[in-house]
């Protein structure tokens, strides 16, 4: 089974194998934590991301998929970039789209349990909380019961970790799951 844990820090600090970034569907770089995964992984980062847009994904990547490039500079060897979804209240898929962002990137990372280098853990950051809009209390709510459900069923990765950017977001997690580090 997987295991999850949950911490807090900078996401492109991780030492896991991949971590995940909350990108847009430009792929082409942004603010928040896809500004930092950017700047501390280097231009190879998007240079691969040019590549996907000018081959498979000539108009972007659509919320909720996912796609696996380098992690460049970075210690993790790869980057998961998914979109999650703009909160536009609750009633526009918003959960749906979350749900899928954070079990597609988790299907790409076990599809490379045996890749070399292989995936065998993965940090996720708290996709949508910060320019999305997406409610804090729902959105750990979503993205946890969407991890626990992968580690009831699922080997690969082996670890699994949220990585939240405050005490504070960490006190709130705890709060709505139950969970502590
Ligand atoms: P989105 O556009 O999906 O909302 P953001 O990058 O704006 O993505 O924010 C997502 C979450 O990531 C926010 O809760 C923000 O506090 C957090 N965050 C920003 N930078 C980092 C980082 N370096 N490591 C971990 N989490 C981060």
Redesign the pocket.
Known sequence: MSTFSVTV????QERVSAIVN?A?STLLG?????G?IHRAGGPAILAECRKLRETTLPGGLPPGEAVVTTGGNLYAHYVIHTV?PIWHGGNGGEEETLVAAVANSLTLAAARAEADPPISSIAF??????????PKEAAYRVIYRTIRAWCDQRRDPAEIRL???SDE?LALFTDVTGVSP
């Open positions: 820090g900078d996401i492109t909350a847009n942004g603010g928040g934590v896809d930092a999650g950051p708290a996709i949508s909380t910060g320019v999305y809009g997406y990585v939240l950017f977001d």
